[in-house]
């Protein structure tokens, strides 16, 4: 069976037949110049059905898929009235050109503009723009992609799947897209999940190497798109279809439910992210706020640290979509095994009980205070919290405060907009946390547990060695009584208390979680509603 991987950006399993989208090569110059006023004329009478038919994929997608999603084709209609555009493009007709040229060249250039630029939003931005004028182009010239009429159990591959292709798309007959570009943050992945049909993008070449009427099998979880299945794997990966349909429609009840235990106690489901991105994903799947931001991820894969500036803008996006929810921000979190190789942190033979986290922070104070200035600022625009990890000792907390207090004054003096006494919480992850949680509940706002971290320290396990590895457990006795022992403390000392690591999740933890009085559980996107669905069967 050949096989090709791609990206996996909306999860589900499809087995179907393959239609290859083959866009129309457009002839902008199939219409000859008549007058400047007469070009102007087809231009905004274009404009004009584009916007009507726009409109109607609105309508339609706000019914599909909601209306956060239709709000992209929104913005292309914002973009397609911007007046700078608009003057370009009739500047363009005066010059002689025709309307089709002047759409043409016109986006062409925006579309230059925008993709030089390295950025993910503005990478998104030309390709709205590409989408804007392919548009335009169908309705000046004729021709299109006829995407509505396909055969149920169609599987399209196409180069790229733009905002407007994929809003025509119905979901009842087509069960899976592939596309040759796009990432996990494309509209087209995003929409795909808003439709929740399996999606796989940046599959090179997939438009030459897949050929229409080919028998598929889809994986858009994993990025897997299998060729001509035998029988066996195409009753599987039915079987898998059908459950994870089944499984989606039992949890979907839950997205709008509130997250409360049979005894009528309230607990909170929350979502952890690592790039403000996924804060969609958080809220498509009923996140109540961001339980952990894991920070670090803004600092790995580039070349030296982010800017002052540049982490402001990550956190108060995330501040921002989120509104009144909280938002907590993990400060960074870095070493063990996650590598920042411009920091330069000496090889070391235990490094996850070696330079990282607090330790690393507190001995780099400016580059630390970089990034706590960073969070006061963003806190203005929603409900931020800060949250310290790898914490063993009350000095660390101590010390922390105390940056924090110099960053506030700074900013005092700035005359920076940022909010003060922003609630400072702790991770307990290592047995040193849980032994001293009493007192840690004095200077510290909220705990949250760390699982990952604190049964592998509780446990003296490195889960990475396999004659070991099973005693990486939550479940194990003294896993289970630190995470007991932490609860207790923090509910004496009447501080919330979360948990973040993977096993709040844990369907077989939770009720024990909930039985202490955990109040907040934060889980990846993707499990949020099967851990409400557990809470709220718990008694
Ligand atoms: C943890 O240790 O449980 C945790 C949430 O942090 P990380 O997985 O990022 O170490
Ligand atoms: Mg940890």
Known sequence: MNKLKGIGVSPGYAVGKAIVIVENEIDVNSSVFTTAEEELKLFNDAVGEYTKQTRRLIESLTKSAGKENADILEGHLVMLNDPFMLSQISDSVNGGNTAAQAVNAVCDSFYDMFSSIEDEMMKQR????????????????????AIEDVPKGSILIAKDFTPSMTSRINRENVFAIIAEVGSVTSHSAILARAIDIPAVLSVKDATKLI??????A??????????????????????MRE?????????????SKETVTKGGVKKAVYGNIGKPEDIENVLHNGG???GLFRTEFLFMDRPSLPTEEEQYEAYSTVAKSMGDREVIIRTLDIGGDKAVPYLEIPKEDNPFLGYRAIRYCLDNPEMFKTQLRAILRAAYFGNIKIMLPLITDISEVKAARALIAECEAELEKEGAHFKKNVPVGVMIETPAAVLIADELAKIAEFFSIGTNDLTGYVMAV????????????????????????????????????????????????IPSLVKWGLDEFSVTPNSILATR???????
């Open 126 to 145: 030309a390709s709205d723009i590409l989408d804007i004028k392919n548009s335009l182009l169908e309705i000046l010239c004729g021709g299109g992609v």
């Open 211 to 216: 050929k229409n009427g080919d028998l598929l």
């Open 218 to 239: 889809i994986d858009g979880s994993k990025g897997t798109i299998l060729f001509e299945p035998d029988e066996k794997t195409v009753s599987e990966y039915e079987k």
């Open 243 to 255: 459950n994870y349909f089944a499984e989606k429609a039992s949890l979907s009840e839950y997205f």
């Open 288 to 290: 109540e706020g961001v």
């Open 462 to 509: 490195d889960r990475g060695n396999g004659r070991v590895s099973g005693l990486y457990s939550v479940q194990r006795l003294a896993v289970l009584r630190a995470i007991e022992m932490t609860i207790k403390s923090a509910k004496k000392a009447g501080i919330p208390v979360g948990m973040c690591g993977e096993s709040a999740a844990d369907r077989e933890l």
């Open 533 to 539: 669905k557990a809470i709220c069967e718990c008694e």
